[in-house]
């Protein structure tokens, strides 16, 4: 044994070495080595957000909640999804189709509790799925926003969240802009379960949602 592993040990070492690699891409590409969010939020517009505009919500709204799942850290995941854009441009259809299928499995695998909306009324009528302030799932055919979603620039604690301003650069050109201002005409709605499977951390997300006014 001592003879193999005089001639072999660097193999072996080389061979740990690379089987941790492929253990940590392995688990990178699946999220296995990722904290869980403590919140999802599906953002669904004819336009994307600015990654800045992003970046600040999540920021603030971690600040308004705790470590619902008690793993040491405040996560929210904010998803953006292409929806309704009228656009002609067959790169952009294809973006939009492939966005709204990950919406779907989105939707399915009760990811996103909280569905931030440029157009909520487009959005139920597709996906019938915006609870009623109750919590409650609508009924058949009932495709109404009412008593389902919450204004943004009606919602002071929304409206008055400390989110700075955006910048992008566009065919070499940089706009900027308040992020309050492109948030201002946007609705946050809350999504009903119609059986058993549910969002993670339930309970919590459903007092964050009466905290911001949706009781």
């Known amino acids: ?3 193999w592993w005089y001639y072999y040990k660097y193999y072996v070492i080389c061979g740990i070495f690379l089987i941790g690699i492929t253990c940590r891409l392995i688990g990178n590409a699946l999220g296995l080595w990722e904290k869980s969010p403590d919140i ?3 953002y669904i517009g004819k336009t994307e957000l600015p990654k800045d505009t992003i970046t600040a919500l999540e920021k603030s709204f971690s600040s308004i909640i705790s470590d619902f799942n008690k793993d040491g850290k405040i996560i929210v995941k904010i998803h953006s999804y292409l929806s309704d854009s009228e656009s002609s441009d067959p790169e952009t ?3 939009e189709y492939g966005s709204e299928i990950t ?3 989105d939707i399915t695998d009760c990811e996103s509790y909280f569905f931030l909306m440029e157009d909520p009324e487009s959005f139920q009528k597709k996906y019938q799925i915006l609870a009623s302030f109750d919590g409650s799932c609508p009924k058949e055919f ?3 926003i009412e008593d389902k979603v919450i204004a943004w620039k009606d919602c002071p ?3 008055n969240m400390n989110l700075g301003s955006y910048s992008i650069t566009t065919l070499g050109q940089t706009f900027s802009g308040n992020n309050q201002e492109i948030l201002s005409n946007l609705f946050l709605g809350r999504r009903c379960f119609y059986t058993k499977n549910t969002s993670k951390n339930l309970e919590q997300c459903n007092q ?5 006014g949706g009781e």
């Open 103 to 105: 919406l779907i499995g």
């Open 142 to 144: 009932d495709d109404s």
């Open 40 to 42: 999802q939020i599906a």
């Open 208 to 212: 964050l949602w009466d905290f911001l």
């Open 93 to 95: 259809a294809y973006y």
């Open 1 to 3: 044994m001592k003879n």
């Open 157 to 159: 604690i929304l409206s």
